[in-house]
């Protein structure tokens, strides 16, 4: 595809009006000259600027006219990740920008937002590497800018492009912002689980007890292969939280190797990055995998090796705890590049508990990480399914491969991208969430909101759970309801959400001691509540509906609750059926056809309730789960 698609070729410099920035003057030169801020390349992200780092040089009146930065600009990155580019907004007072940025203004018939989505191409298309070879640290000069392809289009189809963009990538945007907030959460949520593991009320003992540590090998850089079939070197750039990326590899010739066999790694070995040892998703501890071998152990990473006193799941907590973390913080902030030795690790001091206590809390706090793993591993592959989707929808754009003002009235959910289709959720961002996981939360919410209610049990919750799924399309629930006695009925997942709850220290399910029905009961753990920020983020504007819901039936009994939601699944089945049922045909399925228990509820009250769900907008929609019959395939 030619760069500029189906639109003709032009160049920048008859579009935009190009500036390099002022080179840093860090002294004054003459009186007349002022201390100002300015704008570096370190400020400019892309779409954003940071300008709580403003940096101060000196500006001479020529400068001043020439140099300064105003609202509608737009700053592109001469150097480093270049053609990084944002448009400025709310510039009040002079600020300058260095020679490390360009400024662009749009020339008469030309849209800045188009420009910056321009850039935007430019860079998915793989623009700037060509132009700016890496390995010679070569610029994005003025001139090269100005020589830019550049698409000839006139300023209304522009602004069709741009504000269709800047509509749809707001909206991707805040996908891709709800699922980080998901994972954000997530990692709280398994830093906490780690926290607890690791705390007791036990003497304190010093890791160096319990682990040898080793240190990396000093390999002499100027001996260091490219060649990919020598030996990788694990550089603290190949560590990674729970992980290690393969993504920048150095090796070392296999003819040197002999005499380094201690620094051979092997699979399960624990190793920890101990420059910069934290980042944002948490401490640099790994464990080796088959894939990572063969690998030498480079300096500046170390090999912590579990003695007969520690288990190694163990070990790996302690390492990834707030507690670690914290035990560093003192010493290293404010220190450029942080640095942690074998001996200060050594010096950590943990309570300790016997090997056996150490893997029953290893098996506990696992079960929450795996979990919580597998979803962050799905939102971070949505999200990169999301960003990609970004880009292609705006190579698309501003290349002409789409009618913008077409697309506009289609719905935004369903693009069409050079004759294929790419879909684009415009609901909730979890609709391939574990269904386990989202169900022990909502029951969370169920309960929780049920906290000043004299008793909920085991039935109600399940029918609300059923209501959830079918009404406020909670899909991930993906219950299988057979018609029982209590109305749908799922006790696969009955079983699934208390033992879930129970994990997650939410609630404990137990049999009410005081009930000669053996009734069930939910007692609240050290978590209760603390489900709320993950619900929230997993299924974004359905929490509304299912609250709602909630609200709708909590002071109702569990009878009643029984009695609305199987006149929900009745009259729901028959609309899936594509039938349109009265309410005597819904009645006759609730007390006829669905249990023999069912006929205690009299044909006059189920009309009252009718009558309540049209109220109180509780009516399906013939969407959602169908309930199951041993009897008979459907109800009509």
Known sequence: MRITGRFPESKAKHHLRITLGKMLQPSGRTEHEELLPYLRAANVQWGSVDFADTKSMWFSSHDKAKYGLSTGDLVVLEGGDVGRSAILSGIDGFLGFQNSLHRARPLKGNDIRFALYWMQHLKSFGYFDLVCSKATLSHFTAEKFAETPYPQVDLDTQKAIADFLDRETARIDQLIEKKQLLVRLLRERSLSAIEKAVTADANFSKLGHHVKILPGYAFASASFS??????????????????????????????????????????????????????????????????????????????????????????????????????????????????????????????????????????????????????????????????????????????????????????????????????????????NADPSQVRRLVAAEIIYDHRNVAYLGRIKVHKIMFLAEAHATINEINGRYVRQAAGPYDGAMINDVEAGLRQDRFYDAAEDPSSQRGRITFTPLDNAGGHKPILEAMLGDRVAELRRIIGLVQDFSTENTEAITTLYAVWNDALIDGEQPGDERIIRGFREEWHEAKQRFTAESLRNWLDWMRRNDLVPRGSGPHTISAHQPSLF
């Open 226 to 431: 490219t060649n990919d079939e020598d030996i990788r070197l694990l550089r603290g750039a190949n560590v990674s939280p729970g992980r290690i990326k393969w993504d920048d590899v150095v090796y070392w010739p296999r003819e040197e190797a002999a005499g380094l066999d201690r620094f051979q790694l092997s699979v399960g070995d624990i190793v920890m990055g101990m420059d910069r040892p934290w980042v944002s998703g948490g401490i640099r501890v790994a464990e080796i995998t088959e894939r990572d071998l063969p690998a030498l152990l480079l300096q500046r990473v170390c090999k912590v090796i579990p003695l007969k006193t520690l288990s190694k799941e163990f070990l790996k907590l302690l390492l990834s705890s707030k507690k670690f973390l914290g035990y560093f913080e003192p010493e290293l902030t404010g220190v450029s590049v942080p640095h942690i030795s074998g001996d200060q690790i050594a010096g950590f001091k943990f309570p300790y508990l016997p090997v056996a206590q150490q893997l029953e809390r290893v098996r506990t706090c696992r079960t929450v990480l795996t979990s919580n793993d597998a979803i962050i591993e799905r939102a971070q592959k949505s999200i990169s399914r999301l960003q990609e989707y970004r880009a292609a929808l705006i190579t698309a754009a501003v290349t002409g491969q789409i009618d913008v003002r077409a697309a506009s009235h289609q719905d935004a959910t369903n693009v069409s991208l050079d004759g294929g289709k790419t879909e684009l959720s415009a609901g909730p961002v979890s609709r």
